[in-house]
T-cell receptor, first 117, second 113 residues
Framework: AQTVTQSQPEMSVQEAETVTLSCTYD???????LFWYKQPPSRQMILVIR??????QNATENRFSVNFQKAAKSFSLKISDSQLGDTAMYFC??????????????FGTGTRLTIIP | NAGVTQTPKFRILKIGQSMTLQCTQD?????MYWYRQDPGMGLKLIYY???????DKGEVPNGYNVSRSTTEDFPLRLELAAPSQTSVYFC????????????FGSGTRLTVV
């Protein structure tokens, strides 16, 4: 079974600074997908960024980028020029599709990020 | 386009009561999922469905039942509610095999007292 570990329960950073959230995972698979989801106080789960394991290039979405280290099974999220709206819980998630297309997300326990004005 | 709609948003149940959490999507997605999120924890899969008439258990199915009679609806039934079922419940959907974008509902906060 896959496990996802987020070792930072809470983090805070000043507005406009850069912050990195850590995530490690455990799997014996070689083909899988990794995600970062954002959950603001509204409870809505919002996809921030996605990484395919077969791609060596790190995914980037505007101010959000990842550092994907496949051998180390590490998948950290970097938020540049942090904004007040980035305040939220951030979940790292793992997914591997099977031959029948049954794909289930396994989530970490989350990191609560607070951006300080 | 409403996406994934969950009702109710909040509910308080007494121990032993039953209820159904409703989930409907208007995107014609084949795959639907129910997750629960306990305080300070990530989401855990309760049940999922790959199409109308097909359901399967996830990681934490005990105490719950589901049905999928239509593509749009995927209700979650709680029988004999227990305090351990106090949680936030999320419904999610995905278009088809090979698509990796989940759409989540806004959740139902359930408290069992």
């Amino acid at each position: 079974a896959q496990t996802v570990t987020q070792s930072q329960p809470e983090m805070s950073v000043q507005e406009a600074e850069t912050v990195t959230l850590s995530c490690t995972y455990d799997t014996s698979e070689s083909n899988y997908y990794l995600f970062w989801y954002k959950q603001p106080p509204s409870r809505q789960m919002i996809l921030v960024i996605r990484q395919e394991a077969y791609k060596q290039q790190n995914a980037t979405e505007n101010r959000f980028s990842v550092n994907f280290q496949k051998a180390a099974k590490s998948f950290s999220l970097k938020i540049s020029d942090s904004q007040l709206g980035d305040t939220a819980m951030y979940f790292c998630a793992f997914m591997k599709p099977d031959d029948f297309g049954n794909e289930k997300l396994t989530f970490g326990t989350g990191t609560r990020l607070t951006i300080i004005p | 386009n409403a996406g994934v709609t969950q009702t109710p948003k909040f509910r308080i149940l007494k121990i032993g009561q039953s209820m159904t959490l409703q989930c409907t999507q208007d995107m014609n997605h084949n795959y639907m999922y129910w997750y629960r999120q306990d305080p300070g924890m990530g989401l855990k899969l309760i049940y999922y469905s790959v199409g109308a008439g097909i359901t399967d258990k996830g990681e934490v199915p005990n105490g719950y039942n589901v049905s999928r009679s239509t593509t749009e609806d995927f209700p979650l039934r709680l029988e004999l509610a227990a305090p351990s079922q106090t949680s936030v419940y999320f419904c999610a959907s995905r278009p088809r095999r090979g698509s990796y974008g989940y759409t989540f509902g806004s959740g139902t906060r359930l408290t069992v007292v």
